[in-house]
């Protein structure tokens, strides 16, 4: 499995951008798709999880500002971010998550820069 993740960028606080994240290869092997982000000087957490059934968790930080959402036919996993806020910079990784193989696959991260 092969993770291709854009999106990132400079947005002003109160601001929205949206990631992508494109899965190839072996995706049939995929259960969950979803984003962590790592902070400078922060430990990796996790944002928001979707599962094939379209099962969403969200962390208590970016719940109701945050939407995750799936493409079946692009293999591609959304993160729509809205409502920004300076502490949402980070580095955001896309991942996917295989139970049968207890297998995680990562994506490049892409750096979100909240900030005036």
């Known amino acids: 499995v092969q993770l291709q993740a854009s999106g990132g960028g400079l947005v002003q606080p109160g601001g929205s951008l949206r990631l992508s994240c494109a899965a190839s290869g072996a995706i049939f092997n995929i259960n969950v798709m979803g984003w962590y982000r790592q902070a400078p000087g922060k430990q990796r957490e996790s944002v928001a999880t979707i599962t094939t059934s379209e099962f969403t968790t969200y962390s208590d930080s970016v719940k109701g500002r945050f939407t995750i959402s799936r493409d079946n036919a692009k293999n591609t996993v959304y993160l729509q971010m809205n409502s920004l806020k300076p502490d949402d910079t980070a580095i955001y990784y896309c991942?996917?998550?295989?139970?049968?193989?207890?297998?995680?696959?990562w994506g490049q991260g892409t750096l979100v820069t909240v900030s005036s």
């Open positions: 991942y996917a998550r295989s139970w049968r193989y207890s297998t995680d696959w």
